[in-house]
């Protein structure tokens, strides 16, 4: 059974960083592209990145040069580094595969 466990979630003040780590069990992780998502209070869950098989990344332009997302495929690991970050990053973060949901990470960005 496919799982995603995500952690590294947190209170932050604007301006910081967070790293995110979401490990996957139960398939084969390297054959899948992976996908951060995040649904902020009150709002849609919306896709903020994709990294595919071969490590192609691709961001929504609101995190484009502030967040990163990588893979370890050896840790069956995804990765989102959040710099920068804004009152506007508050959400909670989930990361997804062939829909298959982890049960997210929160981040707040506060002062």
């Known amino acids: 059974q496919a799982q995603l466990v995500e952690s590294g979630g947190g209170l932050v003040q604007p301006g910081g960083s967070l790293r995110l780590s979401c490990v996957a069990s139960?398939?084969?992780?390297?054959?899948?592209?992976m996908n951060w998502y995040r649904q902020a209070p009150g709002k849609e869950r919306e896709w903020v990145a994709t990294?595919?098989?071969?490590?192609?990344?691709t961001y929504r332009n609101a995190v484009k040069g502030r967040f990163t997302i990588s893979r370890d495929n050896s840790r069956n690991t995804v990765y989102l580094q959040m710099n920068n970050l804004t009152p506007d990053d508050t959400a909670v973060y989930y990361c997804?595969?062939?829909?298959?949901w982890g049960q997210g990470a929160q981040v707040i960005v506060s002062s």
């Open positions: 139960g398939f084969i992780f390297g054959s899948y592209d």
């Open positions: 990294i595919t098989t071969t490590h192609n990344p």
């Open positions: 997804e595969t062939a829909h298959t």
